[in-house]
């Protein structure tokens, strides 16, 4: 049996959509229809070739998490561990583990567009820096989907101050922050308005990262109270230069939030509540659907601030042989 999915056939082009074979359903899994799949950035790399948990192996469909239905018409949140046979097909086989049920008359565009963004900080501040009441947190990075989803996910998580850092400054005022700081203004800015800040959530890494750890410890009125900084995204560069006096010198604590510093199990313990969240609108990011047959052509389209491009299955019908 055949389906439709966007395959990626070279790791230096978009992928084509193209007839597929339906995965054999191996036990404790289940078949879905594909109903909306996001467009995330983590996407992106996979289809490229070039995220950590990429094996290297073509063709592959993209793809990691998306909304489908069940065979008993339950529609359901999914994510797959598999970087061959992603999400971004007509069906996908699924460890019945790995998938929740949304509530019902959930938006599933919404769904779709909003988790994987927002999982970023509500993962980050449950999992690897349990927030406590009123802490305040800086979000370097606040102009793009994850970084502004992170404001009102800290919030929603019981932060007290919020301070956004980015670069767009007509993005950034719209961020729901306490205040904003704009990344060209300098580090000697950033650390003005944040050196007394609990948590970092960092989506940028490189050189705005390199820069801000320095100001932001040298300028902390008590370099013993502790600074936790979460590694979440790497927009501005994969590598940073980390003089070792950073360590020693404050209580600085570094660690990274994505799949691998956090179980499966625990991210998927997460899902309920954080769906519930999208699904009352507090947390929230305009989803711009597409049919998954446009795949190759807009692919490579930026995101529109503040949308997350997802696309969506047109027939969630398997094909016959006979068909092709
Ligand atoms: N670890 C996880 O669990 C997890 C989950 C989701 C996402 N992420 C990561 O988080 C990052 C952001 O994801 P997203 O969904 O928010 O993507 P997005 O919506 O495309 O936003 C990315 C933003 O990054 C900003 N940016 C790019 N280069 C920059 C630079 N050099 N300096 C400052 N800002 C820069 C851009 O802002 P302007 O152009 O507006 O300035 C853009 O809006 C990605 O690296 C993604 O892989 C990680």
Redesign the pocket.
């Known amino acids: 049996m055949k389906m439709h999915a966007a395959v990626v056939t070279s790791f230096d082009e978009a992928p084509h959509y193209l007839p597929f074979e339906v995965p054999e359903v191996g036990e404790g899994q289940v078949l879905l229809d594909v109903l909306a799949v996001g467009l995330?950035?983590?996407v992106r790399?996979g289809a490229t070739g070039q995220h950590y948990t990429s094996s290297g192996t073509l063709p592959m469909i993209p793809g990691v998490d998306g909304v489908g239905r069940r065979p008993d018409g339950t529609a359901v949140y999914f994510v797959t561990d598999d970087d061959v046979i992603g999400t971004m097909a007509e069906k996908a086989v699924v460890d019945a583990r790995r998938m929740i049920a949304l509530p019902a008359g959930a938006d599933v565009a919404k769904v779709a567009a909003a988790m994987?963004?927002a999982?970023?900080s509500w993962?980050?501040l449950r999992r690897r820096v349990p927030i406590q009441p009123g802490q305040s947190v800086l979000i370097l990075?606040a102009?793009?989907?994850?970084?502004t989803m992170a404001a009102q996910v800290a919030k929603r998580l019981g932060a007290g101050r919020v301070v956004a850092a980015?670069?767009?400054t007509e993005?950034l005022v719209a961020v729901p922050a306490d205040a904003h700081v704009a990344?060209g203004d300098g580090p000697d800015a950033l650390a003005a308005a944040a050196a007394e800040v609990d948590i970092v959530l960092d989506?940028?890494w490189?050189k705005?990262a390199e820069a801000a750890i320095v100001a932001l410890l040298t300028a902390r009125s008590d370099r013993s109270r502790q600074l936790d900084w979460i590694q979440?995204?790497?927009?501005?560069?994969p590598t940073i230069e980390l003089p070792s006096v950073a360590l020693r010198s404050a209580n600085f604590r570094l660690q990274?939030?994505?799949?691998g510093a956090v179980s499966p199990r625990a991210y998927l313990a997460e899902l309920p509540a954080l769906i519930d969240e999208i699904d009352a609108g507090s947390i929230a990011v305009t989803p711009r659907t597409v049919p998954l047959a446009d795949v190759e052509r807009v692919w490579n389209e930026p995101?529109v601030?503040g949308e997350?491009l997802v696309l969506t299955p047109a027939g969630t019908g398997s094909i016959s042989e006979s068909a092709l």
């Open positions: 995330h950035p983590r790399t994987n963004p999982m970023s993962v980050a990075g102009t793009g989907n994850a970084g980015g670069r767009n993005r990344l989506y940028l490189g705005p979440i995204g790497s927009m501005a560069g990274g939030n994505g799949q995101d601030p997350r």
